[in-house]
């Protein structure tokens, strides 16, 4: 089983440019997430989505957007990049329902905004 | 909101001596906290979580501590191996069932020497 699947694998951007990391789980999982992971600062949580159609801010939210109109895609866009966004971002998925459970993450996506 | 702290930022142990790395919280609400391993290049994966109605949980040569009082919970490696060398993230969430909105600790990376 795939799990995961996140492209592209790595991306070098310009400033003010615009870019979707796309995401896609075959877990049939119902929420999504998008982490940022910077030296220092470990994970850090930018959007979530509960289920299909219900998206939610997380910790570092500013400059992204998501959208979520399937179980399975959770593309990341980012508008109009900045350097500061030069990170490695991971999509993860999770079950819901009862109580918190464990999280599944892709590989990442290593984007580089100059 | 939540806020987890974890230590030390790096770890060096020789292969078969135990490694062990602490994380405070702050949020008394919290009672969910998993960790996570990070090898190179990859995502990270869920190793072990407790809940907060249980003080230790082992699974084979890991085993986690929660002291809820105090607010902090620890990883513990026994007879450690070239393979634990990784990054590990500790994490906290209050669990509510809907999207986990887990809070990570800035990570600690394990160096396992021969």
């Known amino acids: 089983t795939a799990g995961i699947t996140q492209a592209p694998t790595s991306q070098i951007l310009a400033a003010g440019r615009s870019m979707t990391l796309r995401c896609t789980q075959d877990?049939?999982?119902?929420?999504m997430y998008w982490y940022r992971q910077d030296l220092g600062l470990g994970l850090r949580l930018i959007h979530y989505?509960?289920?299909?159609?219900?998206?939610g801010k997380g910790e570092v939210p500013d400059g992204y957007s998501v959208s979520r109109a399937n179980t399975d895609d959770f593309p990341l866009t980012l508008a109009s990049a900045v350097p500061s966004q030069t990170s490695v971002y991971f999509c993860?998925?999770?079950?819901?329902?009862?109580?918190?459970?464990?999280?599944?993450f892709g590989e990442g996506s290593r984007l580089t905004v100059l | 909101g939540e806020n987890v702290e974890q230590h030390p930022s790096t770890l060096s142990v020789q292969e078969g001596d135990s490694a062990v790395i602490k994380c405070t919280y702050s949020?008394?609400?919290?009672?969910?906290f998993p960790w996570y391993k990070q090898e190179l290049g990859k995502g990270p994966q869920l190793i072990i979580d407790?809940?907060?109605?249980?003080g230790e949980k082992k699974d084979q040569r890991i085993a986690v501590t929660l002291n809820k009082t105090a607010k902090h919970f620890s990883l513990h490696i026994t007879e450690t191996q070239p393979e634990d060398s990784a990054v590990y993230f500790c994490?906290?969430?209050?669990?509510?069932?809907?999207?986990?909105?887990?809070?990570f600790g800035t990570g600690t990376r394990l160096q396992v020497t021969l």
């Open positions: 949020d008394s609400a919290s009672n969910y």
């Open positions: 989505s509960n289920t299909a159609g219900t998206t």
């Open positions: 877990m049939r999982h119902n929420a």
């Open positions: 407790i809940r907060s109605n249980v």
């Open positions: 993860a998925s999770s079950r819901t329902g009862g109580r918190t459970g464990e999280l599944f």
């Open positions: 994490a906290g969430d209050r669990g509510t069932g809907t999207a986990s909105k887990l809070t």
